[in-house]
């Protein structure tokens, strides 16, 4: 028991890489020992800040380090209403920062505090995306020569928005700001039985999507790159929960054949009792989890073994408290962790994805967002990947710090619309999830 105290609780906001970034920084009585978590919920970054700054800072002040989870538990309940993402993200933050500090204070990083190593390194699958089945087949054999072996793969619908690949807004120019968004009306009637012309459909921010020429999309990539790669390559695909659930069952029923990895967000939270529609009809591996807050979505889905990969967003639970309970519950049902890793998950949080990936039995694949150089900077210590897997550098806590005067080139930057997620809409214009 050490009667090391929390002294201060900061927020630091930073944009690197383009993508707004929010870490705690937790300062000890002890001269020169503080800790760090990623809070990142970069939608909606300035409320998280709050959250941390107005109400956990004043609730922590002098309390002591050692009690990780008293602190997680008390501070849950704090709010009162709870599992919220804001109230998630600033918890995670405090977390993973106390967890830093007792690897700190004991020596070690934080998967010995956990119970040590299942597993050396981590399997890391990236993002293949393009506008064509060959453009995303040539990303893929780039990476399969840097000794990646998981990959996703994602291709644009011609004249679509299409998730996780960059022709998201060809069918409409972007306007810079609200005052600039115009509707071209509804599309005309006629074309409601044919093909969209993209000419004509509703111009907004975020682009048309529409399921059916999505999934032709879709099927047609993965037949290409089964064609192209053969079979010993693992390949993963992100539905991003943006089609109706009865055609997600036949898509899971189609791809079945390709031999997927996984395949994720098949459906929104709000459907996802459809799993077991698919459960009953194929074998294709189900993916679920980065949009979770609350236990009451995830305990369903892991007790009755409706996914096979959890893939949450750890910061959106509360950090590496709650995220170890869950997968020990997912290791004595055989459903395995798959944490998200986006680019929006902070360098600080992948160190955090990789303390548990390391120490947990149930380890399915770790996503890996390439930051550049200019990320890592900020972030010494940012974890290695090399040969297609996450490496640990063996460091006390999390292994990873940041440069705060480094941080502070790289304000927030004004963003339209408060920088929120594109709003995708039908060719009708009504809104699709994201
Ligand atoms: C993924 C995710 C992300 C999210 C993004 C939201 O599988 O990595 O779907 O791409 O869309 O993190 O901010
Ligand atoms: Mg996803």
Known sequence: MSDTRIRDVRVILTEPDNIRLVIVKIETTEPGLYGVGCATFTQRPSTVKAAVEDYLRPFLLDKSVDD????WQSSYVSSYWRNSGVLNNAMSGVDQALWDIKGKLAGMPVYDLLGGRAREAAAVYVHASGGTPEEVGDKMEAFMEKGFHHIRVQVDTPGYATYGTRGARKSAARPKSRKDQVSQGPIPVTSWLREYDPKTL????????EPKPYMRSALGLFEYIRGRFGYGVEILHDVHERIPPILGVWLAKEVEKYQL???EDLFPPEDQDYFRMVREQCATPIAMGELWNNP???IPMIRERLIDFIRIHISQIGGITPARKIA???ELLNVRTAWHGPGDTS????????MLDINTTNFGIQEYAIFPDRTKEVFPGCPEVRDGFMWPNGKPGLGIDIDEKLARKYPFKERAFGGAWDTVRRADGSVVRP
């Open 202 to 209: 509703y111009a907004h921010p975020g682009g048309v999507f």
């Open 68 to 71: 990780i989870e008293d602190v």
């Open 328 to 330: 020990a519950m997912g």
């Open 296 to 298: 009451h979505e995830i």
């Open 347 to 354: 360098p600080v949080g992948h160190a955090a994805n990789l």
């Open 261 to 263: 990895f996984f395949l």
